[in-house]
């Protein structure tokens, strides 16, 4: 068995506890994204939406268009190219709010793509990730074997991230003062949980990553090339300021790898290549990210 063969056959430690953990830490960093939404952010997407629009093309279809049209160029095992076709389904990753905000984005419409696309994952990140793996073979056989169940994975995702987030709009519709002093507490301390969490799960499985990393490095590094990709060139193909291009560039480019670890640990048992490549994601793309937005906050 080759070194890229294993990977569909190996499983990283993780226990029920942990996934129990990991699912309340994205609920809480789903929160604390929600309370800073308000009512007039929705407003603002009907007055001004072509960026919005725009955001939503890069994110839901370009970027898993793309990915498959890179997983038939590299051809990987089939546990990774699912990864990758998870990770490119998931909505944007909560980090991109205050990495937008670093870039000196448009930051209004940086929050009001997390929140509505967060809502929209309910349903489009199973099927996405249903249609893109039908349409390559390995993944396609690989899905039938597994036989996920949809409508449970529907579910997960409501639970993670919907109900999160209305409680947190409601939050801060009714109690605005509450809201921004949880805002100021919660932002800091669920980052933190969330990457400590990524931290102690790769160190609980450190032997794994350390002997299949030269193969995922170059991977992840390809498809978060071309999710930043997509979301830039979107942005310039249609003329958007500079300001609304960083935004779709880091909303496209920051993925919540985290909801994806809770659908691998909860309907694919841990399967390792799932679980590594959308791990390592957790960890590049806020390298990539917080790269990205230092060297574009002095260009205006």
């Known amino acids: 068995m080759t070194q890229e063969s294993s990977l569909d056959s190996i499983q990283l ?3 029920p506890s942990d996934l129990l953990l990991l699912n309340l830490a994205l609920a809480l960093i789903m929160y604390g994204v929600a309370l800073d939404l308000r009512f007039n952010d929705f407003k603002y997407l009907a007055k001004n939406p072509k960026g919005f629009y725009l955001g939503v093309f890069s994110q839901f279809l370009l970027l898993p268009f793309l990915t498959w049209g890179l997983i038939n160029i590299i051809q990987p095992p089939p546990s990774v190219a ?9 909505p944007g990753g909560n980090i991109s709010n205050f990495l937008t905000n670093l ?48 409508k449970d994975a529907f579910f997960t995702v409501a639970l993670i991230l919907g109900i999160p987030l209305i409680l947190g709009v409601l939050t801060h519709q009714k109690f605005p003062q509450l809201a921004e002093k949880l805002s100021k507490i919660l932002k800091p301390v669920s980052l933190i949980l969330f990457t400590a969490f990524i931290i102690v799960a790769f160190l609980g499985n450190f032997d794994i990553f350390l002997s299949y990393i030269s193969l995922i ?8 090339f071309i999710a930043l990709l997509a979301g830039f060139t979107t942005g310039k193909i249609f003329h958007l300021p500079l300001a609304d291009v960083k935004s779709l560039t880091i909303e496209t480019g ?17 399967l390792g290549g799932m679980a590594i490549i959308t791990a ?3 960890i590049w793309h806020l390298i990539s990210g917080m790269a990205i ?4 906050k002095n260009k205006e």
């Open 13 to 15: 430690n993780f226990s």
């Open 82 to 90: 699912l990864g990758m076709f998870l990770v490119a389904a998931c």
């Open 103 to 150: 870039a000196k984005g448009n930051t209004a419409l940086s929050i009001s793509l997390t929140g509505v696309s967060s809502i929209l994952s309910i349903f489009s990140t199973p099927l996405n990730f249903a249609f893109w793996a039908s349409m390559y073979a390995p993944t396609s056989n690989l899905l039938r074997e597994i036989q996920l169940d949809y």
């Open 217 to 224: 490095f170059l991977w992840v590094l390809a498809h978060n």
């Open 254 to 270: 920051i993925q919540n790898s985290g909801l994806g670890l809770v659908l691998i640990f909860t309907y694919f048992n841990g």
């Open 280 to 282: 390592f994601w957790g």
């Open 293 to 296: 937005a230092t060297l574009w």
